[in-house]
């Protein structure tokens, strides 16, 4: 079992910045893929950014020149950067774990809690 939380979310004006933070604990040599996903009220659930534990890297498009995935791995910390925010960068951002294939070639995910993250214009 792998357990994460995550910290950092708060309220921004348009154009600022904020980290968030993801701790994982338990099972942490298992995990391969840690990264954000976010979830704006009635939308679905959306990839930001991830990263792999040999330090591949993806980002959404929007994404992509505004935020900064990064990870210590000896700590088991995934960090988000963002920057030049806008008010639809608005809503819930949830960490996100996936392990290393078991023998059987299973995979397990993990989610945090959720912080939200508010852009005011």
């Known amino acids: 079992q792998v357990q994460l939380v995550e910290s950092g979310g708060g309220l921004v004006q348009a154009g600022g910045s904020l980290e968030l933070s993801c701790a994982a604990s338990g099972s942490v040599g298992s995990i391969n893929v840690m990264g954000w996903y976010r979830q704006a009220p009635g939308e679905r659930r959306n990839l930001v950014a991830t990263?792999?534990?040999?330090?591949?890297?993806d980002y959404a498009d929007f994404a992509e020149g505004r935020f900064t995935i990064s990870r210590d791995n000896p700590k088991n910390i995934v960090y988000l950067q963002m920057n030049k925010l806008k008010p639809e960068d608005t809503a819930v951002y949830y960490c996100d774990a996936i392990t290393f294939s078991d023998r059987y070639g299973r995979k397990s995910e993990y989610w945090g809690q959720g912080t939200q993250v508010t852009v005011s214009s």
């Open positions: 990263t792999t534990r040999d330090g591949g890297i």
